[in-house]
């Protein structure tokens, strides 16, 4: 049995702007855990309402008469009493390893994340909160907000240092827990949640392994912190996001870096996901139904799955062809390892692939990827990475089978590093 669960969460003048990192730490834990929550807008001057507590600050989780405060806290009491639910921190060293992690993030980022964004809180607040937060902020600072704000391009810089650590990490790994998130990642991401509700500043480019670790965090829990609302002037204007300027030119992936797992539709209605399945992955990706190259490669593959399957590599193949052309795919090339669809234009960008469009109806009816091969690693790393750019430039099989074998006996680094 769950006792019924309330949060008392930091909100803007708008409810649904809820920006607390300390805050977003409990909600994800919550979801973590699989726990169903009733959250309450706070706001800084309601301390009357959070008294039972004993202070004066939030997040504070109400669980039956008990009135619990202090992120961490609240996290060692969801572990201690759902000891059955997926648990927080794997085991005592993970949970000390964790609490580390969560005083990093509250006495070193924090303060960093601070110094970017706090001078554009004052915007979300309701009225009654401006001036006590004006107030308490610029005194523990010591500065106004004007004198910060000021300084933003210095603040940025030191921002990029404290996160030394964070990007070395992620470089190595998918998350700060490992192959999975659990509460040290929780305990980071509440900053950059806070500044993605709050701020429209960029903290980290693009291309840095801290952002495709947040891209990470924000699909977590079904997308509960991408779901959330942020303010107007937060969200990325569109000639300038991401997503628009990736949909114009390829993006190049670097090997060496986990690869954001990505979700693909199986001919069986199942969800098939790349780059998080713990063991050796490969994925062809293959121009369609319409190109019998990629039909009698198809075969190919499968002549060498079990060779791959004895090495411990999985074998799968995508294409952006609909569910019906691919099921007429797999009635002709008969192979036994998943054949995929669902491979968006946005995702082939996001993986550099090159896109063509058909040359006439008859061809497809729709713009489809040109031949490549991607190889994960079981940490989620990406080892290997072929892109071609027309039908006849296809990596040559028993190459790769070969390849393969001498990668995982040797431990053979992955090469191709350098940026
Ligand atoms: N160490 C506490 C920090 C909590 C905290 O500072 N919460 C802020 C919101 S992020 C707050 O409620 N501040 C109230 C105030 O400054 O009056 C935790 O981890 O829960």
């Not at 829990?221 to 300027?245: D, F, I, V, W």
């Not at 690869?259 to 199986?266: C, D, E, V, Y």
């Not at 074998?315 to 099921?327: K, Y």
Request: net charge negative; hydrophobic share 40%; with cysteine.
């Amino acid at each position: 049995m769950t006792a019924d669960l309330r949060l008392f969460e930091l909100a803007g003048a708008d409810d649904a702007i809820r920006f607390s990192p300390n805050c977003w730490r409990t909600r994800l834990a919550l979801a973590h855990k699989g726990l169903p929550v009733e959250t309450v807008a706070w706001r800084f001057t309601e301390k009357d309402a959070i008294a039972k507590s004993g202070q004066g600050k939030v997040p504070v989780l109400v669980a039956g008469d008990q009135w619990l405060y202090e992120s961490w806290d609240i996290a060692e009491y969801l572990e201690d009493t759902y000891p059955d639910q997926p648990s927080l921190f794997g085991c005592p060293q993970g949970r000390a390893a964790a609490r580390f992690v969560s005083q990093w993030a509250s006495e070193a980022l924090h303060p960093a994340v601070a110094r970017v964004v706090v001078p554009e809180i004052p915007a979300a607040l309701h009225e009654k909160d401006k001036e006590y937060f004006r107030t308490t902020r610029e005194a523990a600072f010591g500065r106004t907000f004007e004198a910060i704000a000021a300084e933003r391009d210095e603040a940025l810089r030191a921002l990029n240092r404290t996160l030394a650590p964070l990007r070395s990490t992620l470089t190595n790994q998918l998350y700060v827990a490992g192959a999975a998130p659990a509460y040290a990642d929780h305990a980071v991401f509440g900053a950059f949640q806070w500044a993605r509700v709050i701020s429209p500043a960029t903290l980290i480019a693009s291309d840095d392994p801290v952002s495709g670790w947040v891209e990470r965090m924000l699909d977590a829990y079904n997308g509960l912190a991408r779901s959330a609302k942020r303010m107007a002037n937060a969200e990325p204007h569109p000639s300038t996001s991401q997503e628009n300027s990736t949909m114009n030119m390829t993006s190049k992936l670097h090997p060496g870096q986990p690869l954001n797992p990505i979700t693909f539709k199986q001919l069986d209605g199942g969800d098939f996901t790349f780059g998080a399945s713990g063991g050796w992955q490969a994925l062809f990706v293959i121009r369609g139904q319409h190109c019998p190259i990629c039909k009698s490669y198809l075969s190919e593959i499968e002549q060498r799955r079990e060779a791959l399957a004895a090495l411990g590599v999985s074998v799968a193949a995508v294409s952006a062809d609909s569910e019906a052309q691919t099921r007429i795919t797999a009635e002709a090339a008969k192979v036994n390892f998943p054949l995929l669809y669902g491979l968006d234009e946005a995702t082939m960008h996001r993986l550099g692939l090159y896109v063509s469009e058909p040359r006439s109806a008859q061809e497809t009816d729709h713009r489809f990827p040109e031949p490549a091969l991607f190889v994960v690693n079981p940490q989620g790393v990406l080892h290997l990475v072929d892109i071609a750019n027309a039908p006849f430039l296809r990596p040559d099989l028993d190459r790769i089978v070969r390849g393969l074998g001498f990668i995982i006996e040797k431990a053979y680094p992955i090469r191709g590093t350098l940026k």
